[in-house]
């Protein structure tokens, strides 16, 4: 396993409202604090429409928050930084491109000489698996490819920080667990810090070592929890079955919490237009 040498992102204070309008909108995060260490495989669970897509975005520099502060490499993060790569949940692919320009795309924006970079493009290719398919579009490839293509496309600029936002939830069972286990194979070789939003409980106690709990509304830590080393990835071992139960009672609370809230919310304005 990578040593954890220093931390790499931070998050301070954090919250997020959305406007709307001229009103200030519903907050969707609120009191946010963490650190990332470099090396580290973070997940992040929680429900859905509980804030984890908006507090990835705000780390990739993509939604600035309504308060507080990230930090990358000790300094505050302004914006899109092209140490920090994103994965979408959509592979978001150019279909006219090739797997190997969709990969060099990256590169040739910058306005990179082909040479200076082929190679990283190559290594990118061989890591997913997909060398037979360099020259293939978009729409001759399968799902799983894709997410590969998108991945090795994150992946060949050598990003000091990949963020992945539920990278395999439009895959079927089988093809996740092959995804996750090549996933956790590129973490090994390449020692990139991944950072992991998922709602799916065994995925996130399956990659990461540090788990984060986003729940509440507006969304807040509600467990900060490091994977035991006895349960690290071994789905069957009884320490992940029971941390398995634990979280799936913590979400469901979380969500009779939030029914609860959003009825008193309703029966407020039932109220207010009953006056
Ligand atoms: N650009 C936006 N403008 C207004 N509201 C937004 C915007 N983006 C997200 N939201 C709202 O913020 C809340 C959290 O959304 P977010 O996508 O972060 O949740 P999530 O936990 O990632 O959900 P899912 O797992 O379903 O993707 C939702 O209520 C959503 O409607």
Redesign the pocket.
């Known amino acids: 396993m990578i040593a954890r040498e220093q931390v790499i992102l931070s998050g301070h204070n954090l919250s997020k409202s959305?406007s709307k309008g001229q009103k200030q909108?519903t907050a969707?995060l609120a009191n946010i604090n963490f650190d990332i260490y470099a090396g580290d495989f973070v997940t992040i669970l929680?429900?859905?429409?509980?804030?984890?897509?908006?507090?990835l975005k705000i780390l990739g520099g993509f939604l600035s928050p309504t308060s507080g502060t990230i930090s990358f490499h000790g300094q505050p993060l302004k914006g899109i930084d092209p140490k920090i790569g994103m994965v979408f949940q959509e592979n978001n692919l150019y279909p006219w491109l090739n797997v190997e320009q969709n990969i060099a795309f990256g590169f040739k924006i910058r306005g990179e000489k082909l040479r200076s970079y082929i190679q990283k493009v190559n290594a990118a290719i061989a890591q997913v698996s997909l060398s037979h398919a360099r020259k293939l579009y978009p729409h001759q490839l399968s799902g799983g490819m894709k997410q590969r293509v998108a991945i090795a496309r994150s992946i060949a600029v050598q990003p000091d920080v990949l963020l992945l936002d539920?990278p395999f939830s439009a895959l079927d069972i089988q093809l996740r667990r092959r995804l996750q286990d090549f996933l956790l194979s590129i973490w090994e070789q390449t020692s990139t810090t991944m950072v992991l939003?998922t709602?799916n409980i065994e995925e996130a106690i399956l990659l990461g070592q540090k788990l984060i709990v986003i729940g509440g509304q507006p969304g807040k830590i509600l467990e900060s929890i490091d994977i035991s080393a006895s349960c690290f990835r071994h789905r069957y071992h009884p320490e992940f079955i029971q941390l398995e139960q634990y979280l799936e009672a913590a979400i469901e609370k979380d969500i009779t919490f939030r029914e609860a809230q959003r009825t008193a919310r309703e029966l407020k304005i039932l109220k207010a237009s009953n006056n």
């Open positions: 959305f909108g969707v929680g429900q859905s429409g509980g804030g984890k897509s908006t507090l539920e939003v709602h």
